[in-house]
């Protein structure tokens, strides 16, 4: 059951820095949701390819949209920018339902009523969406490293897992945990998850999920989740995770040794390799073809060796992560 008022009692917040080719696309999908939002704000972190001027422009043509340039979200003045400028969206949003976007991504018009309702109803206090790879727009890798980064390859997948991709919460819930964390700029998301689940019990929603196009390489798609277990290990967090990752590292090397005496070890692993990287979503990566498949098996096999050598890094390692647009 969608709301049933003309304009839904929620803001929409989104924080951007050099984001010239994807914003046009995310801010038209963001404005034509149905119901509209109260407003959309957009936090600019100090732009200089041509992201601000468009954000200001869209501005002057729709009231809808409150676009903030705000320079200190950028890591020359915060060691966590993207949550800064969340926080700083949100602290400056009108409503008391927030749903956080993302400028790489886009939403289909009920995307925001489905992730919002138990919200506005009072039945909720956080929802997550997740996220659903473009069906229009996706290169091999990207489907391969998909279920790492809790990317589902259909719209109708259920989804328990958190992303700020498609997530909403109430200004309550988010005062009371303090906000999003501004100590990292990776994985802030999963910080907040962290917290809100101790605080709320989450509402799932499958029929609001954003529409992610990554465009990755496996360089690309290694080097992010490189990153993604650096801050893991800066932050202390996801313990079981590295501790799995090395395990699975070590009988990898154990089966390529047992070769001399026997083939047994080795195809035991690789027959266990195989579920892993083919039981999450089965189903549905066939329809992407046999690059797909072989790009999903190299992917999965490279997994637990980019986790736990990055994660053992993070934990000694106090170097701030940098990204294209914030370097």
Request: charged fraction near 15%; proline fraction near 6%.
């Amino acid at each position: 059951m969608q709301p049933v008022s003309a304009i839904q009692p929620v803001s929409i917040v989104v924080t951007v820095l050099n984001e010239a080719q994807d914003i046009p696309n995310v801010i038209a999908s963001l404005l034509a949701q149905t119901p509209p939002a109260a407003e959309v704000v957009v936090v600019d972190g100090g732009s200089t390819d041509g992201t601000w001027e468009f954000l200001a422009a869209t501005m002057a043509a729709d009231p809808r949209l409150m676009a903030i340039r705000d320079e200190t979200c950028s890591l020359k003045h915060s060691a966590g920018p993207v949550s800064r400028g969340r926080n700083v969206a949100i602290a400056a949003a009108k409503s008391d339902v927030l749903a956080c976007a993302d400028a790489g991504c886009s939403y289909a018009p009920d995307w925001l009523a489905n992730l919002t309702t138990p919200l506005v109803a009072g039945n909720a206090e956080y929802s997550l969406g997740g996220t659903c790879l473009d069906p229009d727009d996706w290169t091999v890798w990207d489907v391969a490293s998909a279920p790492y980064f809790s990317i589902k390859l259909s719209p109708t997948e259920p989804t328990k897992s958190c992303t700020a991709r498609s997530m909403a919460f109430t200004r309550s819930l988010w005062q009371r945990i303090g906000g999003f964390p501004e100590s990292v700029l990776v994985g802030e998301d999963t910080l907040f998850d962290m917290q809100a689940r101790r605080a709320a019990t989450p509402a799932f929603i499958n029929n609001a999920k954003a529409l992610y196009r990554p465009h990755n390489t496996f360089r690309s798609a290694t080097h992010q989740m490189a990153r993604y277990a650096v801050s893991d290990g800066q932050s202390r967090v996801r313990w079981a995770r590295l501790v799995r990752n090395t395990l699975r590292c070590l009988i990898h090397l154990l089966a390529v040794f047992c070769l001399f005496w026997s083939l047994l070890p080795f195809l035991l692993v690789f027959a266990f390799e195989s579920w892993s990287a083919f039981h999450r979503d089965d189903k549905y990566i066939v329809r992407f073809g046999p690059g797909a498949l072989v790009a999903r098996m190299a992917f999965s096999l490279a997994v637990p060796w980019v986790i736990a050598v990055n994660h053992m890094r993070g934990l000694f390692t106090r170097k701030s992560l940098t990204n294209r647009q914030n370097a």
